[in-house]
């Protein structure tokens, strides 16, 4: 399991993480068929969140959450894995609650 923290930086260099989402995850069939029902997405859009943020935030929202990950657990790390060369906006990424 790939964990969703901060620390991930120190251990997980972004272009390991690009090498590995470009040359590998990107073409798995759970990424490329977005199932969303299948809870191991959330978990890697967290990850390529490095890589492409605005993608994975859009992914994510509609993304059905691993047992020990929250949405907004989830989003606030995507949204804060941006690099300067990338420019997310956030106001693009609507997030609708259902009660």
Do not use: H
């Amino acid at each position: 399991m790939i964990p969703v923290s901060p620390i991930n930086d120190l251990a997980r260099t972004l272009t390991f993480v690009e090498q590995e989402w470009n040359g590998i995850l990107s073409k798995e069939p759970i990424v490329v068929e977005v199932n969303t029902t299948i809870t191991w997405l959330s978990l890697l859009l967290v990850n390529a969140a490095r890589v492409n943020p605005m993608e994975s935030l859009r992914n994510l929202k509609n993304a059905t959450m691993d047992n020990g990950l929250s949405r907004s657990w989830a989003l606030y790390n995507a949204a804060t894995r941006c690099r300067d060369d990338v420019d997310v906006n956030t106001a693009a990424v609507q997030l609708t609650v259902k009660v």
